[in-house]
Nanobody, 117 residues
Framework: QVQLVESGGGLVQAGGSLRLSCAASVHTFSIYTMAWFRQAPGKEREFVARIHGSTGNTYYADSVKGRFTVSRDNAKKTVYLQMNSLKPEDTAVYYC??????????WGQGTQVTVSS
């Protein structure tokens, strides 16, 4: 069983930065592709970014490309999301998720990010 715990959310002004962390309790962290999703009030959950377990290859949603950076530390079993130049439309609950074969089977409880204008 994989458990994921996010942290680092909070309230920030537009243009500011936050770094989210997601700690995984799992035996072999490097086999998992890790991703970040977000869900704003009244909207569906949407993909934000992902990072491959062993190659470190990354992929971003167009809405965050150039502003957000996903990274991971396999020794610490942690994935990060550095969010810069935050906008009010980035306000959402952010979730990390893990997959081995493509379907995200494991999810964290989420952390709230609020960006004020």
């Amino acid at each position: 069983q994989v458990q994921l715990v996010e942290s680092g959310g909070g309230l920030v002004q537009a243009g500011g930065s936050l770094r989210l962390s997601c700690a995984a309790s799992v035996h072999t962290f490097s086999i998992y592709t890790m991703a970040w999703f977000r869900q704003a009030p009244g909207k569906e959950r949407e993909f934000v970014a992902r990072i491959h377990g062993s190659t470190g290859n990354t992929y971003y949603a167009d809405s965050v490309k150039g502003r957000f950076t996903v990274s991971r530390d396999n020794a610490k079993k942690t994935v990060y999301l550095q969010m810069n130049s935050l906008k009010p439309e980035d306000t959402a609950v952010y979730y990390c998720a893990a997959t081995v074969f493509g379907t995200y089977n494991y999810w964290g409880q989420g952390t709230q990010v609020t960006v004020s204008s």
